[in-house]
């Protein structure tokens, strides 16, 4: 999806009873007030709460966030019904966000006072995509899609039992009430999903009844005598790619084999849709292969085409950043600088502003003002993103694992589907677990169990190096790293060396690391300065030829059909995969979980399909990625 700059709305909040939109020339709500508005056209006319009783999870879709009345509405309904769905998923799709201040400033009379600040609080950076905010321990989530509908419509993966269609009127806001985006609704209907909106316009009329839903008016809302309700009846049901096939539908417990970050974050991404999970790995605790380093960094990236690999960072590294305030993890040392050698800060300024960025997702520093934040003797600007960090890997995935059941020493040496499980057997054949749903994420380890799938993936050597000095005030990358230890040292690296196996560490890696991190601060050692002690650890990563992770299901090894596209191609009942992070571990596990629980349980994707494509496993069976060298032979770390 080819994203465009987010355009904040301007509100007028010269009637406070009625605020406006001054670009629409609409109001966002009627005067009688938006609480009751949506009460009566948007969950009663859907037929709720009756319709999410009994449901594992209720999926709504609205087409106009606005100033989040409906969503706040929806949600107080939902907390309020003892009969309600387990999950609500509410998808929104707003093209003009609000600031967080005009939010505020929106819900400061509020009658749903505590609702309202949550969602205040949780308001994200207004950069494209989508948003996950998630509310009363997940069990509610707002996936906010920043961008045009007629965009976001066409790219979301979710199944959608009630649609809001809460809009600026037709006349004033055409493209959001036409034929061709009513069409798209039919995409994501559910079998027995229904819509309702205040509008009884011919136009909306005709549009759903050609999108396939029966309509009927119903009585309107104070001032409107009539409003539209629709249920959703095709002649013709629509069929989902088979890669978009949920993988473990109606799957109560999971097995994730790999105890890093990836397994952890699966496991609590599961966890969140209600399945129990047991995770199985062959050391003795988890976080103790890569995922064991000491600090590692989490960042966002901006690039001029706003393309995959920074779509899928910048989703990422938010999502991460709002699950670590909702962890509350200690030791996260928030804020990251990434230095800038190819650009002036000038050229920086000019590329943020032409993408619209907002200063809370990423800033431009110059020297000075980098230097200032870092501590250190910086000559080059900087990018400044204040939801980057860094933090211990092995202290986020003991959080992640909260809940989790866990079976560590023993490795998974044999795969085995039946009678609708995958049991994972040791090396003598014994039966470790059996669940309907398994998670590979154990790395270069879990390749090796399917013969069949080979992904041209490359294992590379990792050294990093601690030092006995002080480092900067935050953690600060570009040509290396460097990440202050509050041992009173740091943390600066790291060497990247492919089909390289040495698990000691090297005293010409070092050396190299060193001298990274005096190129990266300008900080040059004393000439009678001594040679630091060998100290550090070494470490391997994983990756793929255009460095994006491995995140979904397998192909079906007996398919023989159309394989232009991944989402055309069956895949193996229950399982995923989840791997091929390089170094960007940290940031990715979070969406990457969130991304593997979606697909096996038919909840709604975190990420637009274009998104997901480009992390498919499959599309090494395309034959259309780059080719690589096969992975090497696997060693002990």
Known sequence: MKTQPITPADVDFADPNTPAS??????????????????????????LPARWRGRERFVILETGFGLGNNFLATWAAWREDAQRSERLVFISVEKHPLRRADL????????????????VDAWPPLTPGAHVLDFDGGRVRLLLALGDARDWLKELVAEVDAFYL?????????????????????????????AATWSRTPGVLDGLRAAGFEVEKAPGFASKGRMTRARFAPRHAMQKPAGRVPLAPGAREAIVVGAGLAGAACAHALMRQGLRCTLVDARPGPAQASSGNPAGLFHATVHPGDGTHARFSRASALLTAARLRELALPGVQPGLLRLETARDVAAMRALIQAQQLPEDFVQALDATQAGARSGLPLQQPAWFYPA??????????????????TIFGRGVAGLRFAAGHWQVLDAAGELIAAAPALVLAGGHEGFGLLPGFAPPLVRQRGQLTHLPEPGPHMPIAGGGYAISDSAQGLWCGATSDDEDFEPALRARDQTDNIAQWRSLSNRLAPDDAAAPPLAGRVAWRL?????????G????????????????IPRRPGLAVCTAFGSRGIGFAALA????????????CPVEASLLDAVDPARYATGASPPAKPISPILPD
């Open 553 to 568: 299901g397998l192909p079906d090894p007996a398919y023989v059909g159309r394989t232009d596209q991944p989402r055309l």
């Open 166 to 194: 809460d809009g600026f009127s037709p006349a004033k806001n055409p493209e959001l009430w036409d034929a061709y985006l009513l069409k798209l609704l039919a995409r994501l209907a559910a079998r027995d999903a229904t």
């Open 22 to 47: 001054p670009l629409f020339g609409d109001v966002y709500h009627a005067r009688a007030g938006a609480l009751p508005q949506a009460q009566h056209v948007f969950i009663a006319g859907n037929g």
């Open 104 to 119: 505020e400033r929106a819900h400061a009379g509020s009658p749903l006072p505590a609702l309202a600040r949550a969602l």
């Open 543 to 551: 990756l793929a030829p255009d460095r994006l992770p491995l995140i």
């Open 593 to 604: 979980g969130e991304i593997v629980a979606a697909l096996l349980t038919g909840a709604p």
């Open 388 to 405: 980057g960090g860094a933090l211990p890997p092995a202290r986020y995935v003991d959080a992640l694992l909260d809940g989790a059941a």
